[in-house]
């Protein structure tokens, strides 16, 4: 939420992510082995990035509600443009928590010379107002988005 007024165009943000990693196994490979995987990468972070980490959203959490480091990074994951991964995806401690809209009035876009994810403001924003960046592609139908939504994060 905007703590005061922001202009369009101002910067709001930047972080490096706390992990980088591909979409998922490859193709026909194994989630738990994933899992796996994925909770070295974090137990390597500091305790503050694990703390961060897994203080993050999961949607696709167990029936117990117990999260899983593939849950968080389904959920959390935002594109970043590397050639040695291909589809990578960076986990954030801050941006990972934007939410989405349609109507987004926060761009984020990956500084790949900087290794940063950067928040700018698309339109005047005003205090009190919820920052939202926008997850998936807007010139799809409004339909095809619910689907794409429903898709990612169910």
């Given at each position: 939420v905007?703590?005061?007024?922001?202009?369009?165009?101002?910067?709001?943000?930047?972080?490096?992510?706390?992990?980088?990693?591909g979409?998922?196994?490859?193709?026909?490979?194994?989630?738990?082995?994933?899992?796996?995987?994925l909770?070295?990468?974090?137990?390597s972070?500091?305790?503050?990035?694990?703390?961060?980490?897994?203080?993050?959203?999961d949607?696709h959490c167990?029936?117990?509600?117990?999260?899983?480091?593939?849950?968080?990074?389904?959920?959390?994951?935002?594109p970043?443009?590397l050639?040695?991964?291909?589809d990578s995806?960076?986990?954030?401690?801050?941006?990972?928590?934007f939410?989405?809209?349609?109507?987004?009035?926060?761009?984020?876009?990956w500084?790949?010379?900087?290794?940063v994810?950067?928040?700018?403001?698309?339109?005047?924003?005003?205090?009190?107002?919820?920052?939202?960046?926008?997850?998936?592609?807007l010139?799809?139908?409004?339909e095809?988005r619910?689907?794409?939504?429903?898709?990612?994060?169910?």
């Amino acid at each position: 939420v905007a703590t005061r007024r922001i202009c369009k165009g101002e910067k709001i943000w930047q972080e490096a992510p706390l992990l980088i990693v591909g979409q998922g196994p490859s193709a026909g490979g194994d989630w738990s082995q994933w899992e796996g995987e994925l909770r070295g990468r974090v137990e390597s972070l500091s305790e503050e990035g694990r703390r961060s980490f897994w203080a993050l959203a999961d949607s696709h959490c167990a029936p117990d509600g117990a999260k899983s480091c593939v849950g968080i990074v389904r959920t959390n994951g935002l594109p970043v443009d590397l050639e040695d991964i291909p589809d990578s995806v960076g986990i954030y401690a801050t941006v990972s928590r934007f939410n989405h809209s349609c109507s987004h009035n926060v761009n984020n876009s990956w500084q790949a010379d900087e290794g940063v994810e950067v928040l700018h403001a698309v339109r005047d924003i005003e205090e009190g107002e919820e920052l939202c960046i926008t997850y998936i592609d807007l010139f799809q139908t409004y339909e095809q988005r619910q689907e794409e939504l429903m898709r990612i994060f169910k």
